[in-house]
């Protein structure tokens, strides 16, 4: 099956500073890519979809200034936390669809700890 | 708005036993359903996907079934092992699109 990656796999950064979040598509295209945060105990949470070649579109409640989205290629799309908090400490993970069925396929998943 | 709901929320079993996990839908205008299986601290591992045209998809002991007109799907999971301790969780697209939305998931512990 189609393969998804994120980098890095976990950060851990100071309150104020901004980290990003890379997510690539390796053996297929992507116009499209979504995020997703995941709290400790609670679902996946869809955050906004990355669309190559334009703005993205964030889910209602989700702060466009605060995560920045670039999918400046067909292969990659990037989330930028900025001016990080200790409640943005959270899992976030990316997907990417397939053409033809649909089928969503899941990068393993950054893990974002903020002190 | 499409709204998921898993039933139920956590479940304890023996090893042996054969479980269902329950997951409904709201808006029945879907593309697919998919169940993903999710170890603590870790990321998704897709188990099996549902084409709207279809009724069911197994894989080894694993078998989904959809039926759209109720909003509902099944995951049924034969001969329970410890191994497969995890949060099992299913996902539609979103009324009108593709994106996925979660249920709340089901979080099993098999015994030994």
Known sequence: GAVVSQHPSWVICKSGTSVKI????????????????QFPKQSLMLMATSNEGSKATYEQGVEKDKFLINHASLTLSTLTVTSAHPEDSSFYICSAPARQTYEQYFGPGTRLTVT | KQEVTQIPAALSVPEGENLVLNCSF??????????????????LTSLLLIQSSQ???????????????????????????????????????????YKYI?????????LA
């Open chain 2, 102 to 110: 979660f249920g709340t998931g089901t979080r099993l512990k098999v």
């Open chain 2, 55 to 97: 009724r069911e998809q197994t894989s080894g002991r694993l078998n989904a079934s959809l039926d759209k007109s109720s909003g509902r799907s099944t995951l049924y999971i034969a001969a329970s092992q410890p191994g497969d301790s995890a949060t099992y969780l299913c996902a539609v697209p979103g009324s009108g699109t």
């Open chain 1, 22 to 37: 890379e997510c690539r598509s390796l053996d297929f295209q992507a116009t499209t890519m979504f995020w997703y945060r």
């Open chain 2, 26 to 43: 709201t808006d029945s205008a879907i593309y697919n359903l998919q169940w993903f299986r999710q170890d603590p601290g870790k990321g």
